[in-house]
Nanobody, 122 residues
Framework: VQLQASGGGLVQAGASLRLSCAAS????????MAWFRQGPGKEREFVAV????????DYADSVKGRYTISRNNARKVVYLQMNALRPEDTAIYYC????????????????WGQGTQVTVTT
């Protein structure tokens, strides 16, 4: 599985962005897909995960109510809709694929995308 993240950019606080992660490979629907982020001077952290069938969802407390993760298995794409962005959301956002959604909590993912930069200004 190869992952290609896109959709990052420079926005003002309060704005929205939608990240996309396009996957290659025949078994996309078998993987839980997750988003992580790494802010300046910070460790990489979990943001959100969605199970293979799109039923299981979970979010970091810092983004609950503002971010929404979704996936389209037919198109092999996972999305992260980010609303009400804050300066502290500034980070490189990575998508990743894991065998189970629980694996993502420990960042035990099998495949990682290259990251897309999100910068939120005041």
């Amino acid at each position: 599985v190869q992952l290609q993240a896109s959709g990052g950019g420079l926005v003002q606080a309060g704005a929205s962005l939608r990240l996309s992660c396009a996957a290659s490979g025949p078994i996309f629907s078998r993987y839980a897909m997750a988003w992580f982020r790494q802010g300046p001077g910070k460790e990489r952290e979990f943001v959100a995960v969605i199970g293979g069938r799109g039923v299981t969802l979970d979010y970091a407390d810092s983004v609950k109510g503002r971010y929404t993760i979704s996936r389209n298995n037919a198109r092999k794409v996972v999305y992260l809709q980010m609303n009400a962005l804050r300066p502290e959301d500034t980070a490189i956002y990575y998508c990743a694929a894991a065998r189970t959604y629980r694996d993502t909590y420990d960042q035990q993912c099998d495949y990682w995308g290259q990251g897309t930069q999100v910068t939120v200004t005041t």
